[in-house]
């Protein structure tokens, strides 16, 4: 790790200052993705802003209709929630599914969300549940955040807050872990939202990040049924390919984990 | 809950003494710069800008090892061991910090020494280096290839070594009245054998004395001392080497890395301690890496089924130089018992030892047993398959019956005991083999392909190239008593069983007993741990050790007894004599003085032949055809591992030899881009180790024990014998599941990717797609 400033700020105007403050500055959350990159020297932030006391990026409540969700809110929390089990039962084992104990008891959601490895988990959710990114500056629509691997609409000196999780009828998540790194080598999420639109957020496999697969919800909006996803093939063009697992697998997967999630909504 | 090892409390607790514990005033920090290139001449290599470093006090470089005289690392075989042709083998000089030319991604460059080791980092960071790259070769096919690149200037082709053992006329004699014969062609794939702790190092120089001391993770001190001391030219008196707690070592911490290398003369010439912690990138990149052995099997069968001979053609990748004990693997490992268990008239293998622009390779866990017991079994599986014979009754028609015992192999080694028959027959039986078929059907309604596997192996364990094992036992002031040996431990417990045998011997409690491995200002000489032998060598050393302190302090006991030492009889803990008794403990504490040595310090040492630890392991795995996902369904192993001490340890190291076989068979390899050369598996992100839940947790075991007389204890080897029986066994029910598929090889690693694209390309998978 290079040397740098480490700051801590306590309210999210002190966060916004410091982040102004300096052009190399860098926020840190859980730090599950970040002090591994600075570790190994892949970053040289000058200063690190530490979100963790920060009041306003905390709590998870429902209000009307919808699941708010702080950015600091780590994985353990959203999984054990009771407000996230009864509102979104599928987001809370998505979240059971992240990393291990260690991982989930640091890493957050905004973290994950601002990282957007092309692996993560909550990607998918954030794509199928239509979700809204709360920022300092404005309000994100999920299919307008995304931007490719480890991009996102994120522009300098801008913090999400909060996430809203529009409850859905249903959702569900299927994740199939990577050997090695048990992310998502491919992760398939359902969701069923409240006006019986149909969103399928995937993630793991797309050559550029997290994406939604229309053809799967063009098919389970005429019917929300196994027999609507059979024959349907996400492109591999569009997929993956590595060491672990070649594009025509990770393609097949999608596929797979997607009757899997439909499964347990049936 | 009470742990159930001495060591445990400690370990957990976070008390134990690791390298990186290990602190000294004044201390600098060590910093290795590796290369970033696979094959590449080192056109420039200017230093000055990182020396220039605010808090920089040293940059060594190749020039610095020179000028101190130091030589090559030591590997390749022993002097005496010749090739075909009575051929020497060709090892290239491999220096501790490279000169002109890199043959490897993560070789030591330069070592930067620093205040702290965030300054010898920065500061390696300005060190300039031009690199003029060459084309790589990662694989031994690649090395043997036409107009290969070329290593090493004096090894033309890349070939180091080619070595044979047996009697290859006798061998083609016996494949010409063969009635069958079977090929097969394997890979054990490069490991990365990852100790938890990674590797580190603290040097001091003493100069009041013209003396050094080693901190370091090691396996045994001997081993270490000898070849530092050979590198360095530090004369092995003037070297003391500390190793307390060593968080894992599975072969590749018995002989030392550059880094201790310069460390040490490095400390010498600025008068200071140098400390050197390496990351766990550098445990990926320049800790020996493991197995990388290529095995191509033949076996000749005649017309009652009975095996005639074994033929291999094994090719060694040795990495970018001959280091550790890789060329010993690739030669006496990989052939010693290359007949398995069986009764055969002729055995013939050669293997080559091939240069590759890879990290060197060294001793994984079996160190090249489990390889030559894998390729065995699978042969003798595919055989079976080839020729519908019977797998159960081929074995045991062929077994070295235990009436034969000793038995000579054509090769000349001689297995003392065993019972194969008897161990496989009760190991089936464990396993319920002949229940396969009724849950095979049942996965088989599930969709699920299942398949089941044994292999019946056999290892030599035992060996060591130090002549004896001693061990010594010094009394304190207050009549305690610690017991040392040689042989450090990285994880086996040493503590518990040496302590407790030896309490035992005594027949007295094992409070007021310590136990020090490692300590080379004891004088204690012995193997090091490894080739599963620390029991039965140090442990019967210890046992006769116990009896030497019963005869030291026989006339002692006569003397407070009044009687003559001829009277004295010793039992329980105590001497007794006409009724009247003393206890042993008691008299320790009286005869102790703080002034001089306790009468009853002794030493004891004995030297104790090789063993053949054998079993039959049997495995059912069980595969989703949709995803290609394996779980291993039961694991189900007896070993004859002769008399166990231990049961719990033992059991231990058999859980952990399995799992270690599951990360081969289905996740483990260490890949490089045969391109560029770069290392492609340098990180946990990349690299699949086993987790817990590989192994089932009902995991079936029991020891069937056949003493063997080769040391005083009975006991044979357990340190490797997982992996031994799991590589053949899983891969055995691997093939099994998916030969119905019309799939008939397949290499390690077993990766769902892997079966799902070959059952893609299989007619039995297109139907297994259709069903499901
Ligand atoms: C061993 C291991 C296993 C893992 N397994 C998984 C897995 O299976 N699935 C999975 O999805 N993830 C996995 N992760 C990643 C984990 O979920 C991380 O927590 C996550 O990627 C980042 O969250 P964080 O809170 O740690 O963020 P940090 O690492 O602190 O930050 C990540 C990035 O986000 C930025 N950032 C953080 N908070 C904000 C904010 N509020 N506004 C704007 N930018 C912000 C930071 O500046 C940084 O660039 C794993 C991580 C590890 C170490």
Known sequence: ????????????????????????????????????????????????????????????????????????????????????????????????????????????????????????????????????????????????????MFATALEEGEIIIKLLWPLPKKSAYSKFEHPASGYAMAGTCIAQLADGSVRVGVTGA??????????????????????????????????????????EYRAHLVGVMAKRALEKML | MQPSRREDLRLIQGTGHYTADWNQPGQLYGYVLRSPEAHADIVSLNVEPARAFPGVVKVMTFADVEAAGFKSLVGGVAPNVKGVGDSAMKKPFYPVLADKKVQYVGQAVAYVIAETAAIAQDASEAIEIEYSQLPPTVTVEDSLADGAPQLHADIPGNVGFVYERGDAAAVDEQFKRAKYTSKIHLESQRLIVNPMEPRAC?????????????????????????????????????????????????????????????????????????????????????????????????????????????????????????????????????????????????????????????????????????????????????????????????????FVKAAQMPYKTPLGTTYDCGDFAAVMDDALAQADWAGFAGRKAASEKAGKLRGIGFATFLEASGGGNTPSDQTAARFDAKGDVTIYCAAGASGQGHETTFISLFAKELGITEDGIGYRASDSNMAVVGNGTGGSRTLLGQGSSFKLLAQKVIEKATPHAAEALGVTADAVSYAGGSFSAGGKSVGLRELAKKLASAAAA?????????????????????????????????????????????????????????????????????????VYDRESGQFLTASFMDYTMPRAATVPLAMKWRGHAVPTKTNLLGAKGVGESGCSGSLPALMNAVMNALRPMGIDNMQMPITAAKVWQALQASEGGAAVRKAA
């Open chain 1, 1 to 148: 790790m290079y040397a740098l400033n480490y700051q801590r700020a306590k309210s999210l105007d002190e966060a916004v200052k410091l982040l102004g403050a300096e052009p190399e500055a860098k926020l840190m959350a859980g730090g599950q993705t970040l002090i591994p990159t600075l570790k190994a020297r892949l970053a040289q932030p000058s200063h690190l802003i530490d979100l963790a006391r920060v009041a306003e990026l905390k709590g998870i409540e429902v209000k009307d209709g919808v699941l708010i969700i702080g950015a600091m809110s780590k994985h353990y929390e959203v999984m054990t929630s009771a407000v996230v089990q009864k509102a979104i039962p599928g987001l809370a084992n998505m979240a059971s599914l992240i990393g291990d104990l260690q991982v989930r008891n640091m890493g957050t959601m905004g973290g994950s969300i601002a990282n957007n490895d092309p692996a993560a988990d909550y990607p998918a959710g954030v794509l199928a549940h239509n979700v809204t990114i709360v920022t300092n500056k404005r309000e994100i629509k999920a299919d307008d955040y995304f931007q490719g």
């Open chain 1, 206 to 247: 797309g050559s550029s990040g997290a994406f939604r697969w229309t053809e799967a919800e063009e098919a389970l909006a005429k019917s929300f049924s196994l027999k609507a996803l059979e024959g349907l093939k996400v492109d591999p063009e569009t997929c993956l390919g590595d060491l672990h697992a070649p594009p």
């Open chain 2, 202 to 398: 603290l040097a001091v120089y003493h100069a009041d004395e013209d003396r050094y001391t080693l901190y370091s993770s090691s396996q045994g001190i001997v081993n270490m001392r000898n070849q530092v001391s050979t590198v360095t030219g530090i004369p092995q008196a003037k070297l003391e080497i500390i190793a307390d707690d060593v968080g894992g070592s599975f072969g590749i911490r018995s002989t030392p890395y550059p880094e201790y290398m310069v460390s040490l003369l490095a400390a010498k010439q600025l008068g200071k301690p140098i400390k050197w912690v390496g990351t766990r990138t550098d445990s990926f990149l320049s800790d020996y890496h493991g197995r990388a052995l290529e095995l191509n099997g033949e076996i000749a069968i005649d017309e009652n089924g009975r095996f005639l001979a074994f033929r291999w053609d094994d090719r060694v990748d040795l990495g970018g130089y001959a280091g550790g004990n890789g060329a010993f693997i690739g030669t006496n490992n990989l052939t010693i018992t290359c007949g398995g268990v069986y009764d055969v008239a002729a055995l013939y293998a050669r293997t080559r030892l091939i240069y590759t622009n890879t990290t060197p390779i060294s001793a994984y866990r079996g160190a090249g047993r489990p390889d030559i017991a894998f390729a065995i079994e699978r042969l003798v599986d595919q055989a079976c398959h080839d020729h519908g014979l019977d797998p159960v009754e081929t074995r045991r028609k062929n």
């Open chain 2, 598 to 670: 306790h009468p009853f310090d002794c030493g004891a040492e004995g030297t104790f032949g090789v063993t053949f630890p054998n079993g039959c392991h049997v495995a059912e795995v069980e595969f989703d055809p949709v995803t290609g996902v394996a779980e291993i369904a039961s694991y189900a192993a007896v070993d004859d591992l002769g008399n166990v001490m231990q049961p719990t340890l033992v059991l231990g190291q058999v859980h952990g030899g399995v799992v270690q076989g599951a990360g081969q068979v289905f996740g483990e390899h260490a």
